[in-house]
């Protein structure tokens, strides 16, 4: 069954530090997301990514978020000087067309900042 | 504001018995989703209601939608001691959509 996959499982960084985390969705979906979980709350929508652009981005997506999707598979969350607060689980999920159904989602990259 | 809110928001419950959880929301929505989460994993979908539906069964799922009371339902029958996980509602919302805004989740445990 297909999957989307997600790399690093755990990242450790110091403050400050540029970090890329990895997403591979579903390879006929064409929707794709980034989530966020810190430990214990509920899962909050970052960005969703559609036709190689951003089509909505929350509050908490500010300058410091980017992504992209460098060659047709990889979609990829950078977050450019971290801070302690950014320490959380990161999801990627996928959809194969306009939104009408689940989301599939990845296990997640927890992301440690010290 | 928060889009969903469940409630409980832990629920402890004797294995066999049938546990039920609520959400509430604000918005109008497309439709009303139902994820688990087990600890430290992703999320997995369950089922999805969509906004002109009443009910819908899933093997012991059962999900209810009062789209009048802003309201959602999960109920599990039979619970096993593998159901113990997070459960959370997600809405799709009409205005601002390809995205699911997620509540806070009902922590349930179910004991042997």
């Known amino acids: 069954e297909p999957e989307v996959t997600q790399t690093p499982s755990h990242q450790v960084t110091q403050m400050g530090q540029e970090v890329i985390l990895r997403c591979v969705p579903i390879?006929?979906?064409?929707?794709f997301y980034w989530y966020r979980q810190i430990l214990g709350q509920k899962v909050e929508f970052l960005v969703s990514?559609?036709?190689?652009?951003?089509?909505?981005k929350s509050e908490i997506f500010d300058d410091q978020f980017s992504v992209e999707r460098p060659d047709g598979s990889n979609f990829t969350l950078k977050i450019r000087s971290t801070k302690l607060e950014d320490s959380a689980m990161y999801f990627c999920?996928?959809?194969?067309?306009?939104?009408?159904?689940?989301?599939?989602f990845g296990e997640g990259s927890r992301l440690t900042v010290l | 504001s928060q889009q969903g809110e469940e409630d409980p928001q832990a629920l402890s419950i004797q294995e066999g018995e049938n546990a039920t959880m609520n959400c509430s929301y604000k918005?109008?929505?497309?439709?009303l989703q139902w994820y688990r989460q087990n600890s430290g994993r992703g999320l997995v979908h369950l089922i999805l209601?969509?906004?002109?539906?009443r009910e819908k069964h899933s093997g012991r799922l059962r999900v209810t939608l009062d789209t009048s009371k802003k309201s959602s339902s999960l109920l599990i029958t039979a619970s096993r001691a593998a159901d113990t996980a997070s459960y959370f509602c997600?809405?799709?919302?009409?205005?601002?959509?390809?995205?699911?805004?997620f509540g806070q989740g009902t922590r349930l445990t179910i004991n042997p």
């Open positions: 390879s006929n979906h064409l929707y």
């Open positions: 999920a996928s959809i194969r067309g306009a939104y009408t159904g689940e989301l599939f």
């Open positions: 997600a809405t799709d919302l009409i205005q601002g959509a390809q995205k699911l805004v």
């Open positions: 918005t109008s929505i497309n439709n």
């Open positions: 990514f559609y036709n190689n652009e951003i089509s909505e």
């Open positions: 209601i969509r906004s002109n539906e």
